[in-house]
Every structure is written in C-alpha cells, then in structure tokens.
C-alpha cells in the first residue's frame, strides 16, 4: 500500500506518519484485502487542524474523509474514525446480501465433446492442431455477476467461470492486473 502524506503550511513529522500508517493499516486492514493507496492531507483553518483523507482500494471503491480538530492527532483520529465507518458499512452491505439465500448453490453439468476427426483425416501427429493434455468434468456454479465477483474475492482464484442466473449463460470473472475484476459476457 502506498500512503501520500503531507502537509498544507504544516510539516509533518515522522512521529505524525508513523501514527497515520499504523492506524490505516490496522482500519484498512480489518475490512478491505487490497487496498492501493491513501492520501492524507493535513491543513490548518483558524484555529483547528484539518485532516482529509481518500482512500482507494482494489474493488473500486474510493473513500473519502473530512475532520477538524483542535489537534492534530485529534484530527487525525477523527477522520480515520470516519472512514472505518464507511468501510464497515461497505464490507457489511456486500456480506448482507448472502443472508437471505437458504439454499445452497446449484451446480450443472459442463456440455460435453467428443473428437470430431474421421477415419479418412490424417493422422493426429501430421495435423496441426493444438494436444489436450488434461481434460477434467466441472460444474458451473450458477451466480449473479455480484455474488460471482464476492466469490472471487473470497477464493484468491485467477478467474472464475460460473452460469449467470439472470442471463442464463456461461461468464467469465477474472483479475486484471491492475488489481480489478474484468467481467466476460458471451453476446
């Protein structure tokens, strides 16, 4: 994770940045598994210190926070407070939406194939086509996009090839390399 910290007419000290990276992993930490950066801004306004922070993680969510206090570490502890909020309130509604489904997940048989070759075609070694070296027989769990990508999340997995229940085809979800889910729909 990388952490931008500075200061607006305010320096800011190691002890202050020692503090903020310790407090965010800890927050960040405890609900997001990615997270890729955060930047933190302390300022002053009168009398009272200002600090705005954003932080960004892997799944697209950007969180923002505003708090002002008469301290700085005070400020500080306030606006990460805040955005610990608005981190459990993410991470709760994408767990909430697994609590209303009683029953369990439906797995279909994949179609299977055959080897369409004739007699009369040349020998396999003379042709150049492509070697199955292993074949497995898998389910496809059905999913909505939603729960296919919470799954995804869950599992560590490269990709996931899962039948959609709303569209009733095979997708596929996989990880990008900059740390997002693509999504592959046939048409």
Avoid at 34 to 48: M, V, Y
Wanted: proline share 3%.
């Amino acid at each position: 994770m990388q952490y931008q910290i500075s200061g607006i007419h305010i320096d800011v000290g190691d002890a202050l940045q020692t503090h903020v990276k310790g407090e965010l992993s800890d927050t960040i930490s405890k609900y997001a598994e990615r997270p890729t950066d955060a930047q933190i801004i302390f300022s002053k306004s009168g009398h009272e210190f200002v600090c705005d922070a954003i932080i960004h993680l892997s799944t697209g969510l950007t969180a923002q926070a505003k708090a002002s206090k008469a301290e700085i570490y005070a400020a500080f502890d306030a606006c990460a407070e805040k955005m610990e909020k608005q981190l459990r309130r993410y991470k709760r509604k994408l767990k909430g939406h697994h609590k209303d489904r009683n029953q369990s997940v439906e797995f279909i048989d994949p179609a299977s194939y055959t080897d369409a070759t004739k007699e009369g075609q040349k020998d396999s070694a003379t042709v150049s086509e492509p070697i199955i070296v292993a074949e497995t027989d898998k389910q496809f769990p059905i999913f909505s996009v939603k729960q296919a990508a919470e799954e995804l999340e869950k599992s560590k997995l490269h990709f996931l090839l899962f039948k959609n229940e709303e569209k009733k085809g095979v997708n596929i979800l996989f990880r990008r390399p900059d740390g997002n889910i693509g999504w592959v729909q046939p048409i």
